[in-house]
């Protein structure tokens, strides 16, 4: 299917209406941000292309479940699931995170000021408690260098704080496919201390067949003035996710029947078996908590400290056959990991007449046990019956690694004159690996935990000790002007240096099935160009406009993608080429419009081998190239953003009309897999009322209000054009129903 941009120029025109009505209409209030330069600032002034998504925007007749429900709207950031919620859903900013079998990557996270990022790089949103947040900030281009190992952007999310006196709001939503979530805010101040807390319950059965997945979650932040001019914030945050995982299905299946499960191969007459037979699916659990002190030191100079720690447990079942898990090097088939984490940064702030300058130092650690076991018995063929999967077996692999990053910085802003504001930033960073081996056997001929004699003699009965270690550094820079052509209208330019280092996820696993990490991927770097504009059309309606030229090398990509391992490799340049608009119009005291719009062209530069199957080399038949000129994977080349709001405040009414569009992507990087476009429409309506102490409020939404079959999501580079498990469909029409009900004392 075919995007349908035509549908832009309508969508901008209604944003544009505002323009009759200058002095009689709402303003658009400054955004006020803290992402940029680490300072609250007008977001207008700011020499970079950032977005702030509002508590009304992020909690108005929504699920509040996932980020995807609202980050889709910032133009350059795209987020999709992939109707399982055992890959956590995938977030790309300009292309980057793209490659990211799943969860986040390439994209700075924060939650509170937290990291929800691990010191590699990895990141995950389903941390991010949408019922309690007050905001989101998302961030484009170079200036995020200076938060350190990533390239794509910065995406920070920010708890309310607690209510004026105390408030209780219950919550209860249902919907299609079984979705139920429960849950309760609360919070209050007295005296100089403050609250909110929050807690659910979600579940779904899922769209596809062996979906089913429950999270539990809670959020919490406290904030306390100790004194006149210093503060001390708390926060804590839990997430329990399990779920079956359905698995990708192929053209064939995707043709079929969409809502099947995929499959895993089998050898032999015993062919092909779906995914509850091998029992696959995920249990996740996150909890972290911090504490970040303020202080004015002086009129002029501030001083913040934060502490941070937590812990993250994860448990894989993947469909993998035993056959495979055998060999003497495989890690089986069952993937954990028990990983404990912790940090700290400060960071001061002088205030000049015209200038500010902030400097600082942060130190991120992550120590994991990753284990792999034997996706069921231990067997010397794939005898389905005696395979028992499903079940955790035998031992085989064994490793401690721990993964460190380090960074300094210093970034400063200067009103060099009344029209001009010069802004830039230096930063040197530094990521360390270091990985223990503690499963090993060297004897030749006897087989290891797991392993049976089926495999070959020799070295291929050998696991040898894979320990080893690695560290990445660099400088990044960056530097951005902003002129005030009028006072409603700023032109900006900057440009920057990134810095990538791979995950321990991405060295997880070497080339052709070999054991231990995989220390020959380097990191990747960009350089980073934008210019824009940001302008006020009349007193109700703003609009941003930028255009960005990147240019990478070492671009860290797939490999492989076989029997639920993904390796990686540094092929050689890479560039992105782009432009966003974005539109947000207060039309009258009823209506509002917003748009955004993204056109990006991301390929590669230079042309490399990948392979197509599990074990292959460069030079065999089984890897194929990938062409100079060929599209990156994941990255879909346009993408539109429209939402026409109605409210009627006499009855407490307001609802919305709602289109997203994305263009075509291929799913692999020779660009034998395309994925077509789609376009889809959403309308939502609820009433808001107050009933004694009690304000109540009722809503419903459609989604995919015209019952659009199209694919939602891809799972990148799974193997054969033909038969590889690529496509995540998304869900037909559903429907969402909410209640809510908040009593102030």
Request: hydrophobic share 35%; glycine share 10%.
């Amino acid at each position: 299917m075919t995007v349908v941009i035509r549908h832009t120029p309508l969508a901008l025109a209604l944003a544009l209406m505002g323009q009759s009505a200058w002095a009689e209409e709402p303003k658009i209030a400054p955004t006020v941000v803290v992402t940029g330069t680490r300072v609250e600032q007008n977001s207008f002034d700011l020499p970079m292309a950032i977005d702030v998504i509002d508590t009304a925007t992020i909690q108005e007749q929504r699920a509040t479940v996932n980020l995807s429900e609202v980050i889709n709207r910032v133009p350059g950031v795209a987020s999709a699931g992939k109707e399982n919620y055992t890959q956590e859903q995938s977030l790309t900013i300009r292309g980057f995170g793209a490659r990211s079998a799943f969860g986040v990557r390439g994209v700075k996270l924060f939650a509170d000021g937290i990291p929800a990022s691990t010191p590699d790089g990895q990141g995950g949103t389903g941390l991010f408690d949408l019922a309690s947040a007050s905001r989101i900030e998302v961030l484009r281009g170079p200036f995020s260098a200076l938060y350190g190992n990533h390239s794509g952007g910065v995406v920070q999310i920010f708890t309310e704080d607690g209510p004026d006196r105390f408030t209780i709001t219950p919550s209860f939503q249902f919907g299609s496919y079984g979705s139920i979530r429960s849950g309760v805010k609360f919070g209050d101040t007295v005296g100089n201390f403050n609250y909110t807390a929050s807690v659910s319950d979600f579940h779904t059965d899922g769209y596809r067949d062996y979906s089913q997945s429950d999270k539990q979650q809670a959020n919490f932040k406290a904030r306390w003035m100790l004194a006149d001019k210093t503060s001390l914030t708390v926060v804590g945050n839990y997430m329990h996710q399990q779920g079956d995982d359905p698995l990708g299905l192929n053209i064939d299946q995707l043709s079929g029947d969409r809502r099947q499960q995929g499959t895993g191969a089998l050898s032999g007459a015993n062919g092909t078996r779906t995914a509850d037979f091998f029992g696959t699916r995920r249990t996740l659990e996150n909890t972290q908590g911090g504490f970040i002190l303020e202080t004015a030191v002086s009129e002029r100079d501030t001083l913040r400290a934060m502490v941070f720690l937590g812990n993250r447990n994860n448990a894989q079942y993947l469909a993998i056959n035993s056959l495979v898990q055998n060999n003497i090097r495989a890690a089986g088939g069952l993937s954990t990991f028990d990983r404990d984490y912790w940090g700290t940064n400060v960071r001061w702030t002088h205030r000049y007449d015209k200038a500010t300058i902030s400097v600082g130092a942060e130190y991120e650690r992550a120590d994991e046990d990753r284990k792999g076991f034997r996706n069921g018995a231990t067997v010397a063929n794939d005898n389905a019956l005696s395979a028992n999967y499903g079940t955790k077996g035998a031992l085989k692999r064994d490793e401690r690694n721990v993964a460190e990053q380090s960074g300094v910085f210093m970034q400063g802003e200067w009103a060099a004159t009344e029209q001009l504001l010069l802004s830039g930033g230096i930063r040197y960073s530094k990521v360390e690996f270091d990985s223990n081996d503690r499963f090993i056997c060297t004897i030749n001929g006897a087989a290891c935990s797991g392993s049976t004699l089926t495999v070959n003699t020799g070295l291929n009965r050998l696991n040898p000790d894979d320990s080893g270690s690695a560290d990445f550094s660099d400088w990044t820079s960056t530097a951005g002007a902003v002129w005030k052509l009028t006072p409603t209208t700023n032109l900006y330019a900057n440009a920057g240096q990134s810095f990538e280092a791979p995950t321990l996820i991405e060295l997880a696993y070497r080339p052709n099935d070999e054991s231990g990490l995989n220390f020959d991927l380097k990191p990747s770097t960009s350089k980073q160009y934008e210019m824009g504009v940001k302008t006020y059309l009349n007193e109700t309606t703003r609009m941003d406009a930028a255009v960005f030229y990147i240019d990478s090398e070492k671009e860290i990509v797939t490999q492989s993608n076989q029997n639920g391992r993904v390796v990686y490799q540094n092929a050689g340049d890479t560039s992105r080429r782009g432009f966003e608009l974005s539109v947000d119009s207060r039309i009258s005291q009823s209506f509002s419009a917003y748009a955004a719009l993204t056109l990006i062209d991301a390929k590669f530069e230079d042309s490399f081998r990948t392979c197509l199957v599990a074990q292959c080399s460069q030079l065999t038949a089984n890897s194929s190239i990938v062409d100079k000129g060929n599209k990156i994977a994941g990255v879909a080349n346009k993408s539109f953003y429209g939402e026409l709001t109605y409210r009627h405040a006499p009855l407490g009414f307001s609802g919305a009309v709602e289109y997203r569009a994305s263009g075509r992507m291929f799913g692999d990087d020779t660009n034998q897999v395309r994925v077509g476009g789609y376009g889809v429409a959403a309308i939502r309506a609820g009433f808001t009322q107050k009933v004694g102490g009690w304000k109540l409020n009722e809503f419903a939404r459609i989604d995919n209000l015209f019952d659009k079959e199209y694919v939602g999501s891809v799972y990148i580079n799974a193997g054969e054009a033909a038969t590889g498990r690529y496509y995540a469909p998304a869900s037909e029409r559903t429907w969402l129903i909410g209640l809510s009900a908040s009593y102030a004392l």
